[in-house]
C-alpha cells in the first residue's frame, strides 16, 4: 500500500480519469464563451444557438435589466465586500427581500449569494439528530448534500410516488420532526412534483415540506410566481427556497417561510452569515425582472411555451425518445454515458449548445439531453433548429 502520508500519492488519487472524453472525442463541459446570454453565444468564434441555459424568459440580456444594472454599479459599486449581518445589507437588499416575499405569497425571506448556498445552509440550521428528512431519490444535489451536513437521517422516496412517500411517513413517527423534500420541477426531465399532494400527507403525518421551486419561479403560474400559484396554494406552512439565477434571469438564492423561521435563520444561517452579500448589481437585476414580468409575464410565456412546443415536437418527429416534460424543459433520454456525449457532440457540431446530462448527475444508463428554448428565440432560430434535427445523424435514429 502507498505510503498515505506521501504528497505525491494524495495528488494521484484525484487525476480526472477523461477515458468518456476520449472515446467521444468532445468534452461538453465547461465552454469557453466570450458573449453575453443573448440568441446565439460565441464559442471560438463561432455563434451557437443557446438551448443549454435556463434564461427561460429570455430576459437575461434585456436591455432595461442592463440600464438598472448599470444604475446600482454607479450608486453601490463592485461590492459591499461584507456579509449581510455586518455592512453588506444595503437599502437595495432589503426592499428585494419584501419584493420577493410578496411575490411568491410568503411571510418572510432571506437572500443568499446561490440557491446551492440556501440549501446547503438551510438543513444545518434546522434539523439534527433527532430529525429526519424524506426526500424525492431525483432531488438536486445541493438539497441531498444539505441534509448530510445536518447530520439527520435521511431516507429516499420513489420520484414522485406518493403511495411510497406516505408509506415511508406510517413509518418515522419516532423522530422529532419530519421534513418532506421536493423540488417542484425537476430539471433534468421536467417532470412536475404533486406538490399538493406532498403537502396534504404532511399535514396528515404531522412533517413540513420543504420546496425548491428553482425550475418554477418565472415559469409556472398565471403571472409566473412558481409552483405554489400553479397549484393554487395560498397558505403554505412549509419552507419554500428558489434560484434567482435561471428564470429570474440574475444570481443568488432565497429561502421563504414563517417570518420566525426567516427571523431565526437571519442570525443562524452559516452560509447567509458567512457569506460575502449578493452584489447590489444582481439584486437591481431581480428586482427589474419582478418589475418587467408584472406587465409581459402572459406574453413572453406564450413565446416560452411555443418555442418549447416546436422544439418538442421536431424532436418527436425525428424518433427521440423525450420525457414526459409539463413544463418548457425538453429532456431527451440518451441512454449510457457515451451516447449522451455522441448525442451532444453531435448538436453542437451543427452550433446548437446543449446541457448533458451524465452519471453520477443522473442514474447510471440513464442519460438526458436538455435543451431549454427561451423566450428571446426568434422564429428564425426556432426554424434552423428545427432543420438541423431532421438531418441529424444519431445511433439509433
Not at 445536518?150 to 420513489?158: A, D, L, T
Not at 403537502?199 to 419561479?217: F, M, N, Q, R, T
Request: aromatic share 8%.
Amino acid at each position: 500500500m502507498p505510503d498515505a502520508m506521501n504528497p505525491a500519492y494524495f495528488y494521484q488519487r484525484f487525476t480526472l480519469d477523461l477515458t468518456l472524453v476520449e472515446k467521444a472525442a468532445f468534452n461538453p463541459y465547461y465552454p469557453v464563451i466570450t458573449s453575453g446570454l443573448e440568441e446565439t453565444v460565441d464559442i471560438g468564434g463561432n455563434r451557437y444557438i443557446d438551448l443549454a441555459s435556463n434564461n427561460y424568459l429570455g430576459l437575461a440580456n434585456d436591455a432595461r435589466l442592463k440600464k438598472v444594472c448599470h444604475e446600482a454599479l454607479d450608486h453601490y459599486g463592485a461590492s459591499m465586500c461584507a456579509t449581510p449581518v455586518a455592512s453588506g445589507y444595503t437599502d437595495l437588499y432589503s426592499r428585494l427581500e419584501r419584493k420577493l416575499s410578496a411575490f411568491t405569497g410568503l411571510e418572510a425571506s432571506l437572500i443568499y449569494p446561490s440557491c446551492y448556498q440556501a440549501n446547503n445552509g438551510l438543513f444545518p440550521a434546522i434539523a439534527g439528530r433527532e430529525d429526519i428528512v424524506l426526500v424525492d431519490r431525483n432531488a438536486h444535489s445541493s438539497l441531498i448534500e444539505g441534509v448530510k451536513a445536518s447530520g439527520c437521517k435521511i431516507w429516499p422516496f420513489v420520484h414522485n410516488d406518493m403511495q411510497h412517500l406516505e408509506k415511508v411517513l406510517k413509518k418515522v413517527k419516532k423522530y422529532r420532526q419530519i421534513f418532506v423534500v421536493t423540488e417542484s420541477v425537476f430539471s433534468t426531465e421536467g417532470a412536475i412534483a404533486p406538490v399538493r399532494e406532498i403537502i396534504d400527507l404532511c399535514e396528515k403525518y404531522g412533517a413540513l415540506p420543504v420546496i425548491d421551486d428553482s425550475h418554477g419561479i418565472g415559469v409556472l403560474g398565471e403571472q409566473g410566481k412558481g409552483i405554489l400559484e400553479h397549484e393554487g396554494i395560498t397558505s403554505f406552512n412549509g419552507i419554500y427556497t428558489a434560484s434567482l439565477g435561471k428564470a429570474i434571469a440574475n444570481a443568488g438564492g432565497v429561502i421563504s417561510g414563517k417570518k420566525s423561521l426567516i427571523e431565526y435563520l437571519r442570525y443562524y444561517s452559516s452560509h447567509l452569515v458567512y457569506s460575502t452579500a449578493l452584489l447590489p448589481v444582481a439584486m437591481a437585476g431581480i428586482e427589474q425582472v419582478l418589475e418587467i414580468m408584472k406587465d409581459e409575464f402572459v406574453h413572453i410565456k406564450k413565446r416560452m411555451w411555443s418555442n418549447a412546443a416546436a422544439l418538442a415536437e421536431a424532436l418527436k418527429n425525428k424518433g427521440f425518445d423525450l420525457c414526459d416534460s409539463m413544463t418548457p424543459i425538453v429532456s431527451i433520454k440518451s441512454g449510457k454515458s457515451l451516447e449522451t456525449l455522441l448525442m451532444s457532440r453531435e448538436f453542437y457540431h451543427h452550433k446548437i449548445l446543449t446541457t448533458p446530462f451524465i452519471y453520477p448527475s443522473v442514474a447510471i444508463n440513464e442519460g438526458r439531453i436538455r435543451l431549454i428554448a427561451g423566450a428571446n428565440l426568434t422564429e428564425e432560430s426556432i426554424e434552423r433548429v428545427k432543420g438541423v434535427v431532421k438531418k441529424m445523424k444519431i445511433k439509433g435514429l
